[in-house]
Structures are given as structure tokens and as C-alpha cells.
């Protein structure tokens, strides 16, 4: 399995302390400095659908061997000096979760050889633009521009809608769209929303499709932008035939703005009983009583997983 929980390490310094006829000398490292790590899907990567990230920390390593994990930005000191291989790879906070944190396997890592020089007024200034690895599938793809691919189930008292259209859409980084909190990026969101009249909500993909998800420890992740002003459940459905299993799989806490977010989807792939051939993501809402009208917004919904 992929995922790792650890205690992020806060570097302010390393020194390599040695001793040498009775004399302390310090060796002085050399320094990268990564302020953000970001994603483009423009040209042949246009399948993966927005370039949304929210990339929190760099896992470091030079010449294969691991430095460690830092919280962006970061001022990262390392132990080598001249011509090294010096690899990042994004990492995540898994289901939103800060003590939850991982590589996001589905980014291709930056690689680049550094001439790596002691003190930091030599820092290299690294600010990488990843992709998609190329063994990423998408299964689902929802950006809620042509239509609302999520349907009500029966006992569903509202329905989800696009949002009104923003006359003036922007993309990835320049989002939310200015003007319009509603609309996360392009001309319209998803939105669910309830009254006194419509108390709950459970939609999940088209009635009519589902699709393949791998068990065992290949890596399947939901991502999504949301903003919600009431806690909302997102879970996966295993289907075998006419036999359906339900898990819930993440209660998701209001936010007043737009977060992006990356649910584990293993678990619950491998937790189902009924040998599923196929899976489809759900979502589901019922009215707090502290909460006139409850209000869900959805963008860039995508199902993916890792082909090994």
C-alpha cells in the first residue's frame, strides 16, 4: 500500500557535524528552495480534465536516496555537494486529513540534475509543473459544463443542477472564478440544495453506468473541488449483478471556500463482499436543523486509478 502517515519533519537546518584531530568542523549544505508545486493538463494531457491541485508538500530525494518531506514552501537543506540527481514528487494530504500525508502517485515526479553548491545564498530555485503519469486512467470525468451526469436516486427529495452560467469563466490557477463563488471554474458547478420543502439528497453517477476499479493495492483516488455551507458523505457503490453493496466512505466538513480534495477509494474497493465487477461514486446530504438552506457545490469530479 502506498500510503504513508508520518510526523512532517520542519527542517530549519541540517549540519554534518564530524570530528577530525581533535577539532569540531562543520560542513555547510546546500539548499533547494521550492515555494509551490503545480499541474498542467493542457495538449496531450487534456484527458485528465482540470489542472485543480492543491499540492502540499515535497518529498526529496537525490541520486534515489530519500531527504525527506517538507511543507511548501520550503527551504530544503541537503547533505551533497556538486552534480547530483535530485528528484520531487507531489505530496498530498489524503481525504483532506493534515496528519494523513503522501506522495499522489498520479503525478509524473520532477527530475533534474543540480549542481548543487554549499550555503544557502546558492539555493536552487525549483517550482515544478507536473503531470499525469501515463499509467493513469480516468473512469469518471465530471466538470458539470455540458450537463449533470449525477442523477437523484428514488427516495431523493431534490435533485442536482448546474449552477447559473458565469458570463465570465476562468481555468486553473485563476479560480475560483472571479465574480462568482459559485462557479468554480469555466461556466458552471454542480449544485445540491436544500429547504424545509427538500430535506435530503442521494445522487450518484448516471443509473445506467459504473465502471472497473482494480482491488488490491493499486491506487484509485477521488478528486474534487467543493465548497459546502453543511457537512456532506461521499461513498462508492460495488456492484456484482442485480447485488449492490453501500459504503460510505468520508463525511465532509463545511468550508465558506472553494477546497480541493483527494479521497482513498482502496479501502472501500477492498472492503466490499459481493466480489464487485464495477463501482460508481455517491453523494449524499440531509438538512442539519441548524441550517436554513444547505447549500453542496461540486467542480472537476474525477475517478482514477493506477495501472500497473
Known amino acids: 500500500m502506498f500510503l504513508q502517515k508520518f510526523s512532517l519533519p520542519l527542517f530549519i537546518s541540517v549540519l554534518l557535524i564530524f570530528w577530525s584531530s581533535?577539532?569540531?568542523?562543520?560542513?555547510?549544505?546546500?539548499?533547494?528552495?521550492?515555494?509551490?508545486i503545480n499541474v498542467t493538463t493542457k495538449g496531450q494531457y487534456a484527458i485528465y480534465g482540470s489542472s485543480s491541485s492543491d499540492i502540499t508538500d515535497a518529498w526529496v530525494y537525490v541520486d534515489d536516496q530519500p531527504i525527506g518531506a517538507f511543507e511548501l514552501p520550503a527551504t530544503i537543506p541537503?547533505?551533497?555537494?556538486?552534480?547530483?540527481?535530485?528528484?520531487?514528487?507531489?505530496?498530498?494530504?489524503?481525504?483532506?486529513?493534515?496528519?494523513?500525508?503522501?506522495?499522489?502517485?498520479f503525478y509524473q515526479?520532477?527530475?533534474a540534475n543540480m549542481n548543487l553548491v554549499a550555503g544557502i545564498k546558492n539555493a536552487i530555485n525549483v517550482n515544478p509543473t507536473l503531470t499525469?503519469?501515463?499509467?493513469?486512467?480516468?473512469?469518471?470525468?465530471?466538470?458539470?459544463e455540458q450537463s449533470v451526469?449525477?442523477?437523484?436516486?428514488?427516495?431523493?427529495?431534490?435533485?442536482?443542477?448546474?449552477?447559473?452560467?458565469?458570463?465570465?469563466?476562468?481555468?486553473?490557477?485563476?479560480?475560483p472564478c472571479s465574480g462568482d463563488t459559485e462557479v468554480y471554474e469555466g461556466h458552471y458547478s454542480g449544485l445540491i440544495s436544500l429547504d424545509a420543502s427538500h430535506t435530503f439528497f442521494e445522487g450518484e453517477e448516471n443509473i445506467t453506468s459504473s465502471y472497473f476499479l482494480p482491488n488490491g493495492t493499486n491506487p484509485s483516488f477521488l478528486e474534487m473541488n467543493y465548497k459546502a455551507n453543511q457537512s456532506f458523505v461521499v461513498g462508492i457503490a460495488a456492484i456484482n449483478g442485480s447485488n449492490v453493496q453501500i459504503q460510505d466512505i468520508l463525511t465532509i466538513?463545511?468550508?465558506?471556500k472553494w477546497n480541493k480534495i483527494y479521497i482513498n477509494l482502496n479501502t472501500a474497493i477492498n472492503n466490499n463482499t459481493i466480489d464487485a465487477t464495477s463501482f460508481?461514486?455517491?453523494?449524499?446530504?440531509?438538512?442539519?436543523?441548524?441550517?436554513?438552506?444547505?447549500?453542496?457545490?461540486?467542480?472537476?469530479?474525477?475517478?482514477?486509478?493506477q495501472q500497473q
Not at 535530485?86 to 498530498?92: D, E, L, N, P, Q
Not at 458565469?166 to 481555468?171: A, F, R
Not at 466538513?253 to 465558506?256: I, Q, R, S, V
Open 78 to 105: 541537503i547533505l551533497n555537494w556538486g552534480v547530483h540527481s535530485v528528484m520531487i514528487k507531489a505530496g498530498i494530504k489524503v481525504d483532506g486529513i493534515s496528519a494523513l500525508r503522501s506522495v499522489y502517485p
Open 149 to 175: 451526469s449525477i442523477d437523484s436516486v428514488n427516495f431523493s427529495d431534490t435533485t442536482m443542477t448546474q449552477t447559473p452560467q458565469n458570463l465570465n469563466p476562468c481555468t486553473y490557477p485563476a479560480c
Open 280 to 305: 460508481k461514486i455517491y453523494f449524499k446530504i440531509t438538512k442539519s436543523s441548524t441550517v436554513a438552506l444547505p447549500q453542496v457545490l461540486l467542480d472537476n469530479i474525477k475517478v482514477i486509478y
Open 253 to 256: 466538513n463545511p468550508t465558506n
Open 109 to 111: 515526479p520532477y527530475t
Open 132 to 144: 499525469y503519469s501515463s499509467n493513469t486512467m480516468v473512469q469518471w470525468k465530471e466538470d458539470f
Open 22 to 36: 581533535c577539532d569540531l568542523k562543520v560542513q555547510i549544505p546546500s539548499y533547494i528552495r521550492v515555494n509551490s
